[in-house]
């Protein structure tokens, strides 16, 4: 809390919203961005400036409204919303104008892990408090962000080998040679890495499972398709996928199917995937997926609610795990999905 003044502002927030004095900002131009910041500040708001990743999967989208509901003008924020289109540089930009702008708080989703440490000490230079998000980023020194959000992509990673392992098992399967590829995400990011590593730990364990190859499609559908592609053309022995998001599942179900081949519980190849949305859920409904790692996107309110006790002073734990689950072609998919918010 920067103030009596602002307390004084959200004590007339309702009357200035029934105006239609709205003070959320969503476009990209900066000149736009910082009359807004000054007017939300003015109003009483508490001015945020959120670097999201991009717009790449469905998952993020799912991310993106969660900040936008949460972080909304009737709950008493100004939002400064910038999506860096998966480019660090447009991130590095988003951040460096926030502080120009004198925003309260920078939430910051970084693409990579890496390259954080000089604009996040130009941030604590400027007094404003940085809350990292869904990735994580790799700071020499703690004391640059306030705390992070986020999902235990390691265990998720760790999770779905050791379903891979019981599966085969059950079948009988546990002697003999599998091939597996991999779709890993954005390279060098916590949900690439943590996956990768996680499945990879339990990978190291069976000798007979055999690594063919593992490519970044960036957690897109078209390039999870393309590689998909490359993989069939390549090997002719490919028995499990492991696809680090459910975009690139869709993209390598699709170049599956075009080469006549099949994948799900009834299929040729094994398809496991995370992210666990909606629509995978009822691919896997569809016989098209064997299993998936929930990864949950819906980090708006805890980032709220972090905020909120900062602004009244009180401290908050470093590290801040979301709940997270798994689902296989074993469960009853129909009331699930029906269930789903995302
Ligand atoms: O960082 C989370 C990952 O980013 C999600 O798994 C993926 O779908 C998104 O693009």
Request: proline residues 2%; negative net charge; hydrophobic residues 35%.
């Amino acid at each position: 809390m920067r103030g009596l003044g602002r307390m004084i502002s959200l004590l007339l927030l309702p009357a200035l919203i029934l105006c239609g004095c709205s003070g959320t900002g969503n476009n990209s131009k900066q000149s736009g961005q910082e009359e807004e910041a000054a007017s939300g500040k003015e109003k009483g708001y508490i001015t945020v400036g959120f670097s999201e990743v991009g717009s790449e999967s469905d998952w993020r989208r799912a991310h993106t409204k969660s900040f936008k509901e949460a972080f909304s003008a009737e709950n008493g924020y100004d939002l400064l919303f910038e999506d860096a289109q998966q480019k660090q540089e447009n991130q590095l930009k988003a951040i460096r104008n926030f502080i120009l702008q004198e925003v309260d708080y920078i939430i910051l989703d970084p693409i990579v892990e890496t390259g954080w440490d000089a604009v996040l000490q130009e941030a604590k230079d400027a007094g404003i408090p940085v809350i990292l998000v869904d990735r994580f980023a790799d700071i020499s020194d703690p004391e640059l962000y306030t705390c992070w959000v986020g999902s235990d992509f390691y265990k998720e990673g760790q999770r779905a080998g050791e379903w891979l392992e019981n599966y085969l098992e059950d079948r009988g399967l546990d002697e003999k040679e599998i091939h597996i590829v991999t779709l890993q995400g954005t390279l060098g990011s916590t949900a690439q890495i943590g996956r990768t590593e996680g499945f990879d730990q339990i990978l190291q364990q069976h000798e007979n499972w055999v690594m063919l190859e593992q490519q970044s499609g960036d957690f897109v559908q078209a390039k999870g398709e393309e590689i998909m592609e490359y993989f069939l053309d390549t090997y002719d022995d490919i028995d499990v996928v492991i696809s680090e998001n459910d975009n690139m599942t869709f993209g390598a179900v699709d170049a599956i199917h075009a080469a006549g081949q099949t994948c799900g519980p009834n299929g040729d190849i094994v398809m496991i995937s995370f992210d666990a949305t909606h629509a995978a859920l009822e691919s896997m409904l569809n016989g098209e997926v064997h299993a998936d790692f929930e990864c949950n996107p819906l980090l708006g309110v805890m980032a709220s609610e972090v905020i909120q006790k900062l602004e009244k002073g009180e401290s908050v734990e470093k590290i801040q795990y979301v709940e997270e689950q798994y689902f296989d072609f074993s469960m009853d998919l129909r009331k699930i999905i029906e269930e789903r918010g995302y």
